[in-house]
Each structure stands twice: as C-alpha cells, then as structure tokens.
C-alpha cells in the first residue's frame, strides 16, 4: 500500500505542481522506508481523509468539530491500508448518517487523486492520551447522488460534531475558513467553469 500512496502522491504533484512546497514534509515521510503513514502512533504525521459534498447550489456541507472547535469537512484517520478515497466517503457516513452520495466524476477522471492534499498540526489530546502530531489529509468532493437529497435529515455523530451547516462555496473563500477550503472551493469553481473535463490549476 505504501507504493500506492507514493503513486497517488506523485499524480497529485504532477497535476497541482505548483503546491510542492507546501508538501515537503508529507514527501519526505513517503520517500523515507520504515515509515508507516497508517499508525496513528506515528506522530511524524498519518493518513486522514476527508469528504466535501458541495450539493447543486455549490454549497458544501461542513460540520463543527468539538475538540477542535472550528466548521470543517468531515473525515478522519484512514483503515490500515485503505484506499484514501474509501476513507473519506466512510468517513463522511459515519459523521453524516448520510449515505445518498458519491465521489464526484474528476475523482474518476483523474486516477482518484484527492482534490487538496494538506499537512497540519492537532493539538494534544489528555483524553486520549495523544500528543501533538500531525495529520496528513487527503481531501475528496463528492456529489448528491440525486438532485435535491441536500434536505434529507442527517444523523450526525455527536461524540465528536457539535453541528452541521450547509456554506456556499463563494463564502468558503473568505478569510473566516481555513485555507484548505478556501483552496478547495477555487479548485472546484474552476474546474466547473472550464470544458469538458480538463482541469485548470488555480495559482495561489
């Protein structure tokens, strides 16, 4: 599974070159035997995934998160040896209780490439004895598996979400929100406004 992740790395590079940068530490892990990205006792950095659903009105369903107490997508830490993008869409079940998705077509299209990869701290956690570590989160879109689904109740996991909300996307790309969906929601505006299913990098 290593040499998956690895393959699933590099493809993101190849169609966002320009985020590399941001992406070193993530690299060096991959490229550096032993490590094992699934364990969450590498506290180095691990595998999360995470799942937007940005319904018809290009709105995206973001939750509250308790313990880190910000709106965000849901997700979390990935099975040993799963597929980034099952993660994220079991992931995004459980929190949501809503099952009347799918993985959005430029997924497909594009060797089920994450549309944002993203490196960042989690603070310690006393109740679950975890000390400071990092997350590295493959970020997947999905869709409405049919039009106006959006309005079905959801039963949301309230052991770790205080509540859910429905943000347009050209709201996301305010300063309120953090950088990753602001990114997220310029990738997705600009593929939607391109042709056929070619995908137009947006520079930061």
């Known amino acids: 599974m290593s040499d998956y992740i690895k393959g699933l790395f590099k493809r993101y590079l190849i169609t966002f070159p320009h ?3 941001r992406l070193e530490q993530l690299q060096t ?4 035997r032993g490590q094992d990205l699934y364990s969450r006792a590498n506290m180095l950095g691990h595998l999360t995934a995470s799942a937007l659903l940005i319904d018809d009105d290009e709105r995206a369903l973001l939750i509250h998160h308790k313990f880190l107490d910000i709106w965000i997508q849901p997700g979390g830490h990935l099975d040993k040896d799963e597929w980034p993008y099952k993660g994220a869409l079991r992931e995004f ?3 949501t209780g809503f099952e009347g998705v ?4 430029w997924h497909e299209s594009h060797a089920n490439i994450p549309i944002d ?3 960042h701290a989690i603070p310690s956690n006393e109740e679950k004895g975890e000390s400071e570590h990092f997350h590295h989160d493959f970020l997947y879109v999905l869709q409405l598996s049919s039009p106006g689904e959006c309005e079905v109740p959801m039963s949301i996991d309230l052991n770790e979400v205080k509540d859910s909300n429905w943000v347009p996307l050209t709201e996301l790309m305010s300063g309120k929100y953090e950088e990753k969906l602001r990114r997220v ?3 997705f505006l ?3 406004s391109s042709q056929g299913n070619s995908f137009t990098p947006v520079v930061e």
């Open 93 to 95: 079940q459980e929190e």
């Open 117 to 119: 990869l993203d490196t």
């Open 102 to 105: 799918s993985m959005w077509d």
């Open 19 to 21: 985020e590399r940068p």
């Open 190 to 192: 600009s593929f939607n």
């Open 185 to 187: 929601a310029k990738k």
């Open 29 to 32: 892990q991959i490229e550096k």
